[in-house]
């Protein structure tokens, strides 16, 4: 008997990527199930053979582990053709039946469609709230979170995640807005990669006042802006000019070199990487950066090709694993397809010690 789908949400036009991806951990953990995955609709279905399977992937899946989805649940129900006047009814009942929530998410996609149901969406969520508050079917101590997916005024899918392997924003997408002093909107890709990629803790220890980064590819500087704006004195790598403004703050030299071949004097705390190059050239950049020392946080942008976008994000982070391991580093990585990137994935890998010879 099939199940219930698990709802994979991703950028429009990356649902053969999420799809593969959700395909490969399940296959990985040998869970039999197949995707259903139609284009541009920013959400991926996949189905499951058995309960207990379903059971035993939710129980495993982690947002943080999946690069492709910006946010899961599983879902339990589906309502067509809600009563205009009285849809609140309808998803109390099956919600009773699910699981009591500690949060509330009334969601929609990133399509077009989805887009234009944002502002119902809005002002349905505070009413449906109040009403689960009275009904007693949300509660504090409750470790999940609920999700009310839209797809149509009158259409939703409604289910469930594990609080603290699910985005805590609706659609998992990270709102932000362009500092009006940033060189370029690409400064928005390093800030949601600091703030999804890095734990707090991570990030208190990376970007210290006085600490030092390098910002490969850098002109104009939308990315040394983020660094300077964390405390961190830069160097930034680019035979382009950059922001005079950014110059002014004297928290940045710049050197017109090739940013394949430079390397600091002494190591630094953070590097970054936005360049335009081949995926495969950026991995092996970054791994001589990691495993030769010269850096401890690396966070940097794979471009991705047309096809087989998850294979090669996957072949690229494998190359650096190889190399640290094989140099015998111990190390974190995170990869995740940003709200705020296109056509790349944003990877992060911290160097944790060097993990001593047998």
């Not at 919600?95 to 234009?116: P, Q, S, Y």
């Not at 400064?187 to 030092?212: M, P, W, Y």
């Amino acid at each position: 008997m099939q199940q219930a789908p698990f709802i994979f949400f991703c950028r429009p036009g990356f649902e053969s990527d999420c799809a593969a991806e959700v395909q490969a951990i399940a296959t990985a953990h040998n869970f039999a199930g197949y995707a259903n995955a139609q284009p541009d609709t920013g959400y991926v279905r996949f189905h499951m053979f058995d309960e207990s399977s379903a059971e035993q992937f939710f129980e495993l899946l982690d947002l943080d582990d999946i690069i492709f989805a910006r946010q899961w649940f599983w879902a339990k129900a589906e309502l067509e053709q809600l009563p205009l006047d009285d849809r609140i009814s309808p998803i109390q009942e099956v919600c009773a039946e699910v699981a009591m929530a500690k949060t509330l998410l009334v969601e929609h996609l990133d399509d077009d469609d989805g887009r234009e149901l944002s502002k119902f969406c809005k002002k349905f969520s505070t009413p449906l709230t109040i009403a689960m508050e009275k009904q007693g079917l949300i509660h504090e101590d409750s470790d999940f979170r609920l999700h009310i997916l839209f797809l149509a005024t009158d259409h939703c899918i409604i289910g469930y995640s594990p609080i603290e392997c699910s985005s805590p924003h609706k659609g998992g997408i990270l709102r932000l807005k362009a500092p009006k002093n940033a060189p370029s909107r690409s400064t928005l890709k390093l800030d949601e990669a600091i703030q999804v990629l890095i734990s707090r803790k991570q990030q208190k220890d990376a970007f210290r006042l006085g600490n030092t980064g390098v910002d490969l590819g850098a002109a104009p500087g939308g990315w040394t802006y983020q660094l300077v704006e964390r405390g961190l004195q830069v160097s930034a790598i680019d035979n382009g000019p950059m922001d005079k403004k950014l110059m002014a703050t004297e928290h940045v030299e710049h050197f017109k070199e090739n940013a394949f071949t430079w390397l600091p004097e002494k190591p630094v705390n953070v590097l970054v990487c936005d360049m335009v190059e081949k995926p495969s050239l950026v991995a092996d950049l970054m791994a001589q950066w990691l495993e030769g020392g010269h850096t401890q946080h690396a966070v940097f942008n794979l471009k991705l090709p047309m096809k087989k976008r998850f294979q090669e994000v996957a072949d690229c982070i494998g190359l650096i694993c190889d190399r640290l391991d094989d140099a015998g580093l111990a190390y974190f990585w995170q990869a995740k397809h940003l709200y705020h990137d296109r056509e790349e994935v944003t990877v992060y890998f911290r160097l944790k010690a060097r993990v001593a010879p047998n």
